[in-house]
């Protein structure tokens, strides 16, 4: 048996660690990362499998899901998601591994720790643990960066390489952006590989799968069968320009804090009153209520100490950092076939990301594993530090630290509901409503997947059209006739609320109907019945 064991490659034990890791520590907080119940929701009902940003994520996480649902069905359905994507981060991270080991040429305890700082990172943490789409394409990423940081690509690399690039586009659109990575190697290995055929095979190949899943699924499944809106519902909302940041200062403050983010949850910020007027000063536009409620019970000291223990986390970066940039010449000179492709990959999706929602900690997740595999693996290149006797060491110590301030700080609270603002929002609601009430929402955003997720009831937005007026006026009174409620959530924000700021107003002095307060947490909620009903 023990020889059996020491057979096993080392991939699997890394994988198995780290699965069972994420499996205790699942967390059921869906408003942080604002899609989740969507997402949930389409899993569920077997709806909106194909959204042309990540195209290949529903679908196969639908047929999984269906499959663990079969397997276990007493597991809340949401942790059979989140069991989903812990399986696509824990492969990404036996590749993470693979390179601090075979590329790097680390020693195996060092690969370990070094690959427990890219597990333990927040970003990566909390997406291997919660129901999101940026696993799988993270995955087919760091695959190709592993084949390109071989000293030369051969021709039987070049399939992998095609099929994996395919990939990581269908399960998200911006992955795109690693074509020059791949180039670079194509023409850096031509006198191993001739670069016009290995690159024109890489093209068709991708085009063929690429391209071709996005007609047969956009025409022929999604019904977008001419050209005006076949380009619509591919570029969807990048279509829209409240996505993009133009350059300003402000936008690498965003930037910074957004990456900061994806390596550290920093949810222990709201309970230090000083960062949380920057913070809320900062993102204004941003509704931050959740991050403050998920932390409220989080002592101060705690919060202060964590602050500290961060502080010492992005000085040990910083100081990494610093080293590498004074030996540039050397690491990407001497070991340019490791680095050149790590840096060119931070190069260009930090340049992108940068104008695309900057401060949003999940486009920051791929540019987190690959600073952390060159920092660490080319400072582990580079000539010993006389203060640290054995390297290993360096990556413990950040893995500890992460650890203690995205657990503490971060994870713990999330792993409670009861420390989800928007559920605590509509719990009270999800409690008492029936399939023949109405819930109106004066702003939808989260509130209505989380309703239609614990409710049976008839779930709209306040309406702006005067045919949905009519409609819905209609429907109230039906649903009052029949002796049902309806539930009206007042509350707005400068975001996401509707427009017809005096519909709700009407509805609750409409005359033969009585209005209750039914005094609920967080958001006020208002319960009209017919008058003289109980």
Known sequence: MKSFLLKVPDTVYVFLFFFIFFAFNLTSNFSGPHDSMSYLLGFIK???????????YHITTYGVFRFLSFIFPHIPDYHLVEISDA??????????????????????????????????????WFYCSNIEVYMPPLFFLISILYICMKPALQRK????????????????????????????????????????????RIALISALLVGGLYVIIGWGVEGQSNFKDFYAWLRGYTLQSNY??????????????????????????????????MINKLFFYHNLDDEVYLVRNLPQGVALLLLLLTAALLATLLFLLIRVLLNARTIFGKYGYLFIPLGMFLIIYTAFFFFWMPENLEFWIPQTAVLWALLLGANRLLPPLRIVKKYYLVPAGLTLLLLIVNYVGSIHWMKDIENDSVYIK??????????????????????????????????????????????????????????DKIYLFTEGSMMHSSGNLGYMDSLMHSPGVQVTDLHNPLTPVMIMTRAGSR
């Open 46 to 56: 077997g709806g909106d499998l194909f959204p042309p940003h990540h195209l290949l």
């Open 426 to 483: 509509i719990k009270q609601v999800k409690q008492t409503a029936s399939p023949g009430d109405i819930i109106i929402l004066h702003d939808p955003w989260l509130l209505d997947d989380f309703l239609s997720y614990y409710t049976p009831s008839y779930i709209t937005p306040v309406p702006g059209e005067p045919q949905k007026i009519t409609a819905l006026n209609a429907r109230i009174h039906t649903c009052l006739d029949k002796g």
């Open 244 to 277: 993009w940041f133009p350059l300003a200062f402000g936008t690498l403050i965003r930037a910074l804090i957004g990456w900061g983010h994806a390596i550290v949850g920093g949810h222990f910020a709201f309970r230090v009153a000083p960062l949380q007027a």
């Open 157 to 200: 690399d070049i399939l992998p390489l095609a099929l994996l690039y395919s990939l990581s586009i269908l399960f998200h659109q911006a992955n795109v952006l690693i074509t020059p990575v791949i180039a670079w190697k194509l023409w850096a290995s031509r006198k191993q590989t001739p670069f016009l055929p290995s690159a024109i």
């Open 87 to 124: 399986i696509w981060g824990c492969l990404a991270l036996t590749v993470v591994y693979r390179i601090f080991l075979h590329r790097i040429q680390m020693e195996k305890k060092e690969a370990f720790f070094s690959t427990c700082v890219v597990a333990f990172s927040f970003g990566i």
